[in-house]
């Protein structure tokens, strides 16, 4: 099979991706293609006497179909997902790690030396390997209800080399009362927004992972009414939805937490609430 020039191959990926609607398609173009070849993006974009030949012909081909029209998100083609410092492997088993998420990791951040936290919904395991990335003195675990999901953020422990301690768990049932932070991102869809969903979302990412009743506040009212009995646990922090942030400040409130905030994200939405305990 003949070669072609990466560029030429890029402008026809780009207009393919374009034409099918999604919102990147030079970013997800170069990311499949420096996946097919091996390659750092940055290499490709500098070196002008790139092709694609041989079994990449195919590969390339196939990776864009699957972009185009599958809808697949890039991170699960590539199998992987940059996260903070880190590069984390993905697959349809959890969501695909969101830049929003890292506020998450921000607060956590902020926690006392040592203090034991838990990442309740781990999936991939993002935020919690993440944490012990930047603040080893922390003790970390992450709890999710699928046994898939923990499969993931194994490996990715294991691959990282960073120590958390992974548990099988409905929320907080079971698990042991000796953490002092909670943190999670748990589903916050409302059923009623299903269809307003991308196509990326809907078609290819774990519904599990993202749906949570009527209001879409069924998992969050259902942690923090556990919480309630954990007086222990000092700082919890839930990613929320946009225009969820004051109904969970008021569930926040009700399971005795005396201090109650949001923290917005980079394009302005409050996207983590935050609750304190007074010591």
Avoid at 4 to 24: H, K, N, Q
Avoid at 87 to 102: A, S, Y
Avoid at 192 to 215: K, N, V, Y
Avoid at 222 to 250: F, I, K, N, Y
Wanted: proline share 5%; aromatic share 2%.
């Amino acid at each position: 099979m003949r070669g072609t020039p990466a560029r030429e191959a890029l402008d026809g990926a780009i207009t393919a991706i374009a034409a099918a609607g999604c919102e990147t398609p030079r970013l997800d173009a170069e990311v499949l293609l420096a996946h097919v070849l091996g390659l750092d993006r940055g290499r490709l974009l500098i070196e002008r006497e790139l092709a694609v030949e041989g079994q990449a012909v195919r590969a390339f081909q196939e990776a864009v179909r699957r972009r185009a029209v599958e809808r697949e998100p890039v991170a699960y083609i590539v199998g992987h997902r940059g996260f903070r410092r880190l590069d984390l492997v993905v697959d349809r088993r959890v969501l695909v790690p969101r830049p929003e998420t890292e506020l998450l990791v921000e607060l956590g951040l902020t926690l006392g030396r040592g203090a034991r936290v838990l990442d309740v919904g781990t999936g991939s395991g993002a935020v919690a390997l993440a944490l012990k990335d930047e603040r080893p003195d922390l003790e970390i675990a992450g709890s999710d209800v699928s046994p898939d999901s923990l499969a993931v953020a194994e490996a990715n422990g294991r691959r990282l080399g960073l120590e958390v301690q992974w548990l099988q768990a409905d929320l907080l049932l079971d698990v042991p009362d000796e953490f002092d932070a909670v943190l999670s991102n748990l589903p916050y869809v409302a059923e009623s927004e299903r269809g307003g969903l991308a196509p990326e979302i809907l078609r290819h990412e774990p519904s599990e992972a993202l749906f949570a009743g009527p209001d879409g506040l069924a998992s969050i009212r259902s942690l923090l009414a556990l919480l309630r009995e954990r007086p222990r646990v000092g700082v919890v922090a839930l990613e929320v939805g946009a225009g969820q942030a004051a109904a969970v400040a008021e569930l926040i409130g009700l399971a005795d937490f005396q201090s109650v905030r949001s923290e917005r994200d980079l394009a302005g939405v409050e996207r983590v609430v935050v609750g304190e305990r007074s010591r």
